[in-house]
């Protein structure tokens, strides 16, 4: 990964089975530091359907956690990992 500008936040999104919505938290949870990313699902999940997750890492640490959760969810993420990064205006 190339050196990013300070201050730059990452938004990560993808889309996890319902089934494997338990085990993909406490990979989620062993893999980053409590409260240190914030993790949020959409809202219109379904029953047996993929959840849309996103990730949001603060820009003091994003640059370890972002990586860190990408191969401890590897297993579990339907489709491809979305990363988008955005500065403060």
Excluded: C, K, N
């Amino acid at each position: 990964m190339s050196a990013t500008p300070p201050g730059i936040e990452r938004f990560v999104y993808y889309r996890i089975h319902e089934s494997d919505t338990v085990a993909a938290l406490a990979a989620y949870r062993a893999a980053v530091p409590a409260g240190s990313v914030r993790l949020m699902r959409r809202l219109d999940a379904g029953a047996g359907a993929l959840q849309t997750w996103m990730e949001v890492h603060a820009a003091e640490t994003g640059a370890q956690t972002e990586p860190a959760l990408a191969a401890a969810l590897a297993a579990y993420i339907q489709g491809p990992r979305h990363l988008e990064q955005f500065v403060p205006v």
